[in-house]
């Protein structure tokens, strides 16, 4: 009997100590919890290998994005395999592979035209090699590339279009002609398209639009054959300044004065543009800005640490006129 009410005394002990403490019995175990996928290890922009893909050696603007591209992957201690497509859009394609083949990090693009990329940016999506668009937009998928960063060309041309709308103003006949660039490239296809919005009520008529592929010499070949029909032509638009100068030329050889006779806009805004309006021979340039390769760089570091990033952002530029040309001039830097 004694030893029976020690294990009860023993037992409310127990329980007042159990109470005191707080102490529960134990839940069921739950089961693991399944583990987060473990994210992709983040790149930093030092060390990292870019093939850059550019369109060719056309002229002022692109010698200027070129070596502004490979000063600044220099100066941040970035890696750039550096290809020259000659203008050829195959050759494009087999950079695009070869890229792909060496297992680069990133891919930095300049489409020579807007379509026929979407086998080689598959590749690359699946390889998990980011593409980035500097410069020209391509007809694709959003998601087939990282981000694009370049001008607004649409906008470009829309202000080429409302500055030939002020040149003519007054005139009786307001014939234009319009050298464009490389057919089927965004720029050709967007300063087109601007260029036609930018005039749609002043009553200018395009008599004349033909290629001179961003060339100096095939666009003052354009210009003396359309002379050769007709001098009824009372403004120029040159989708880049190269072309523009070659159209100054041939109106020269033709008896005329550039700038005066017939009015020029060209669209990049390099030295040699501004040196053409100083000389009273070019009326208005639209800039297009090459340098924009801390830009990309800046935006690629924000994407590879997982930040979010527009999927277009546009670069900023501005018109220019003689009457300041000379003054802007040393600033430029191509």
Known sequence: ???????????????????STGCQPAAPTAAPATEAPTAAPVKE???????????????????????????????????????DAQNKLENQISAFSGFIAD????????????KGFDAVLQAAKDAKIPVVLQDRRLDTSEDMYAFLIG????????????????????STNKNVVEIQGNVGSSPQIDRGKGFREGIADCGITITQSQTGNWSTTEAKAVMEAWLKQSTDIQGVFAQNDEEGLGAIQAIEEAGLKPGVDIKVISVDATK??????????????????????NQIFDMLD??????????????????????????????RKY
């Open 302 to 331: 924000k994407y590879l640490k997982g930040e979010q990033v527009p999927k277009y952002t546009p670069s900023q530029e501005g018109v220019f006129y003689p009457d300041n040309a000379a003054e802007v001039l040393p600033t």
């Open 103 to 114: 297992k680069v990090d990133v891919i930095i693009l300049s489409p020579l035209e807007t």
């Open 151 to 170: 001008s607004d060309m649409v906008e470009e041309g829309r202000k080429a279009g409302k500055e030939m709308c002020k040149l003519l103003e007054g």
């Open 45 to 83: 922009l030092k060390g990292l290998t870019v093939g850059f893909i550019q369109t060719g050696t056309e002229g002022a603007w692109r010698a200027a994005n070129t070596a502004d591209f490979k000063e600044t992957a220099t100066a941040r201690g970035i890696n750039l395999k550096f290809y």
């Open 272 to 293: 040699g543009g501004f040196q053409a309006m100083i000389d009273g021979k070019l009326n208005v340039v639209v800039e297009c800005n090459p340098l924009l390769a």
């Open 1 to 19: 009997m004694k030893n029976k009410k020690v294990i009860f005394m023993v037992a409310i002990v127990l329980v007042t100590l159990f109470a």
